[in-house]
């Protein structure tokens, strides 16, 4: 990828960069284990980013 990026596709990358976490602890707690995963959750070489 280019050195310089668009201020928009950094804004897309940030934001999917912040997305691909698990989800809090206190979450799964809440919904007594109903929510365990996070769906939002990839792997930089298994799926790519349409970005």
Known sequence: MAHFKH???KLRLARALKANR???I???????RRIRVN???RHWR???LKV
């Open 39 to 41: 769906p939002l959750r």
């Open 7 to 9: 201020v928009a596709r």
């Open 26 to 32: 206190w979450v799964v707690i809440k919904t007594r």
């Open 22 to 24: 698990p989800i809090p």
């Open 46 to 48: 298994r799926s790519k």
